[in-house]
């Protein structure tokens, strides 16, 4: 296997003759990889809440803790997946991912067999849960610096934010995708999706030339962990919004007798990825506590917009705003998360930056689910609101001594 080693992603120089300055172009087949993989995960994020309330017959907890299964499962897989990630090399790690992401699928299919015993059914939604999670923390943490290392190091904001958007454009492309495959085929369309799709990835990755590091990194998990807390912790409560997004937008509308749910979290996908592609270099040009404390405010004006709207139209709206917000948040603070990481453990830097958010998901999903048992769902997103404007301050910390204010 052809092997070329993994350059250092941030710190100079900034190009080098085995990362030549060619824009984003040689990322391109990692993003397609992270786009295929996420698109299954998109798919059933829309009408796994629907299946789990209308089909299983649980409530709002039950719907939160089978979403939020996948994002416990990340948390506790992070640091091994960027431990392995820098250690074995990316391209290792993702195929690990994908393999675990079919096996996920698997197990959506074999709930199918125990429908009429519901809690066994529930059971093996939650182990493909588990294994998709484990997918996700690999896949993603591969993906980021798998990028990193193939671009120049002046665009590494915007190379997290472009993997990112793979991720989420896979999620706006899968909603709809999921909803029109539930219609038709129920949720055992899903699951044979949710199978096949991770190992059609594969065969993106397989072909591309593996990059190990020169050395293997001795990573102390405290040095990196106290580098990346500040910025994990604002990401974190960003975050809820989109455990509130994922987990409740489809249910609020249809509990609210509106129409086209899934649309509305599609608008969200869409909106985020747009933003990144006309404001993803703005991180890296205005730095990333800055960019991230203005994009908060907007993502919680979004929230209370859906948390208060009247219509279906005004909360797809609040939907668009709060994506926008929300677009910009996760490369800008994971910009500052890597570069105050040492530069041989950025691979355990992104893991446990990600960790932060599959915690605010991990336990935040089945409290959110109890807030709307007890408040009604649009509880939900009036949380989320209130947790982002909580970030706002931590932005503020990060910014450089002697810096321009936030706004």
Request: hydrophobic share 60%.
């Amino acid at each position: 296997m052809n092997r070329a080693p993994l350059i250092d992603p941030v710190d100079p120089p900034h190009t080098s003759p085995d990362r030549p300055d060619r824009g984003l172009a040689p990322a391109v087949s990692v993003m397609a990889a992270v786009f295929l993989a996420f698109l299954m995960i998109g798919m059933a994020m829309p009408v796994l809440p629907l299946h789990v309330h209308d089909v299983l017959g649980f409530g709002p907890f039950v719907v939160g803790l089978v979403a939020g299964g996948q994002f416990l499962a990340s948390l506790l897989s992070r640091l091994w997946a960027g431990r392995l990630t820098d250690t074995r090399g990316p391209k290792r790690a993702m195929i690990l991912g994908l393999i675990a992401g079919a096996l996920g699928g698997g197990c959506y299919l074999a709930s199918l067999v125990f429908l009429a015993t519901p809690v066994w059914s529930v059971a093996l939604l939650l182990v493909g849960r588990t294994l998709l999670g484990g997918a996700e923390s690999l896949i993603i943490t591969s993906g980021m610096l798998w990028g990193l290392a193939l671009v120049a190091a002046d665009r590494s904001a915007k190379v997290i934010a472009w993997v990112g958007m793979a991720m989420f454009a896979a999620m706006a492309v899968g909603a709809p995708i999921g909803s029109a495959i539930y219609e038709h085929f129920a949720f055992a369309g899903i699951a044979v999706a949710s199978t096949i799709i991770p190992l059609a990835a594969l065969t993106v990755i397989m072909p591309l030339r593996a990059l190990i590091p020169a050395t293997a990194p001795k990573g102390n998990v405290r040095t990196v962990l106290s580098a990346v807390l500040l910025p994990g912790l604002g990401f974190a409560l960003s975050g809820v919004t989109f455990g509130s997004m994922t987990a409740f937008l489809t249910l609020y509308f249809s509990v609210e007798g509106w129409a086209h749910g899934a649309l509305a979290f599609s608008l969200f996908a869409v909106a985020l990825i747009v933003a990144r592609i006309v404001g993803g270099h703005l991180p890296d040009r205005h730095g990333g506590a800055r960019v991230a404390g203005i994009c908060l405010f907007g993502q919680a004006a979004g929230l209370l917009v859906i948390a208060t709207a009247p219509s279906a139209t005004v909360a797809m709206l609040g939907a668009v705003i709060a994506g926008a917000g929300f677009s910009l948040v996760f490369p800008s603070l994971g910009l500052e998360a890597v570069r105050r990481a040492p530069a041989a453990n950025r691979g355990m830097a992104m893991g446990l930056y990600n960790a932060f958010l599959d915690l605010t998901l991990g336990l935040g999903s089945p409290a959110l689910g109890l807030l709307a048992g007890q408040a009604g769902l649009g509880s939900v997103f009036l949380a989320s609101a209130v947790a982002a404007i909580v970030a706002v301050p931590i932005a503020w910390r990060l910014l450089p001594r002697g810096g321009r204010p936030l706004l």
